[in-house]
């Protein structure tokens, strides 16, 4: 469990915040005026009163930005540059959690060849050994 938080729970939740918060229309940090309580009751002029300056604006994009850009040392899932272990069972063990992890992999890339955005929060490939930031 602890592995599934740390690696695949936390990209599926981290990776994709950037692309769709940078956007501010889609998730303002923060708001001047309430929203509107019915559709159809705002102007152009009342929307640009209620949409976030551009000093708030620039601190979010900047959190969301060191939130989610990779580290210049990032491991993938499944990469261990330390050898821990000098047994044979551990080394098969690894092999083969490797490999599992190859062939998702290759799945979720033959897959996102049909998409017309690809999904690739979850391909092991880019699902970080750790939680760093």
Partial sequence: MWIYC???RH???NNGQYELRAWIPNFPGSTRNPPP???GTTSLENYLDTIPEVNSTSVAIYT???LCCEPG???????YP???FVEEEPKQLKAAFQGHLAQISQEIQERNKSLPIPYRYLDPHHIEN???I
């Fill in 6 to 8: 740390c690696s695949a």
């Fill in 11 to 13: 990209a599926a939740l």
């Fill in 37 to 39: 309580q019915a559709k």
């Fill in 64 to 66: 969301l930005w060191v």
């Fill in 73 to 79: 040392d990032s491991r993938s899932l499944g990469t």
């Fill in 82 to 84: 330390d050898e821990h």
């Fill in 130 to 132: 750790s939680t760093s």
